[in-house]
């Protein structure tokens, strides 16, 4: 099977349709799949529920989707650093579905490995907890929540080989790694593109098994605030 492409655009060939639920890996702006992300605006698909720890910033990652009115809801934890998201979502253009950013890494953990529900204590007694379903185990009170699933999964690793098998680099760990097993369809583009034989088994985050397609990007990897102190104040 050959899983290895040369641009962003053909990795995604015949993969993208309209309503469709995608997942798209990183935190914040560190480890984010920026050359699938801009394959699928060129795309042009439309009305997409988009699961990911945030939306980029304006004008860059998936805030370029946002900007072109590509996506329909966002299933995240945090909206911080967009405006163009907070301005969606507050005039009524977007979905927005809240997660804690523990239990959205659990809903695709879970998703993943074939689990469609778990109970959590976390957001009990919040607006979190609204219309789900409440149980007590040992004298404490649960709620559940669902395995998250997506049509596609666009992850970022460091490096990967030729089989699909990835590895990843500190924060882009975050989210990365549970996404590629949670899609029906997972695409990763990579740093470093490299033989079978030369990663490390040992050091393998994501089986091959789980990505069914690969290209090697080139990355701006832009900072979300940049902060710096003069030499002189170090």
């Not at 977007?94 to 778990?118: D, K, S």
């Not at 690793?157 to 924060?171: H, I, S």
Request: aromatic share 8%.
């Amino acid at each position: 099977m050959k899983k290895v492409y040369e641009t962003a655009g053909s990795a995604l060939d015949g993969l993208l349709f309209d309503g469709m639920t995608m997942m798209a890996g990183g935190f914040g702006l560190c480890g984010i799949p920026e050359n699938l992300i801009s394959a699928v605006h060129a795309a042009g698909v439309k009305d997409l529920t988009v699961i990911s720890n945030n939306c980029g910033v304006d004008g860059f990652g998936l805030g370029v989707l946002l900007d072109a009115k590509q996506i329909k809801k966002m299933i995240s934890s945090y909206v911080g650093e967009n405006k163009e998201f907070e301005r969606q979502y507050l005039e009524g253009e977007l979905e927005l579905e809240f997660n804690p950013q523990g239990t959205m890494a659990e809903r695709i953990r879970a998703g993943g490995a074939g689990i469609p529900g778990f109970y959590t204590k976390t957001g009990v007694g919040t607006l979190i907890a609204k219309g789900k379903e409440h149980k007590d185990f040992a004298g404490e009170t649960y709620i559940m929540e669902t395995g998250l699933t997506a049509d596609i999964s666009l992850v970022k690793a460091w490096k990967g080989d030729t089989e699909g098998n990835l590895v990843f680099r500190k924060t882009a760990r975050n989210f990365n790694p549970m996404m590629a097993t949670a899609g029906k369809v997972t695409v990763a583009e990579v740093e470093e593109l490299v033989e079978p034989g030369e990663l490390d088994p040992d050091n393998i985050h994501t089986p091959g098994i789980f990505v069914q397609r690969i290209v090697k990007g080139t990355f701006e990897k832009r900072i979300e605030q940049r902060t710096v102190r003069s030499r002189g104040d170090a």
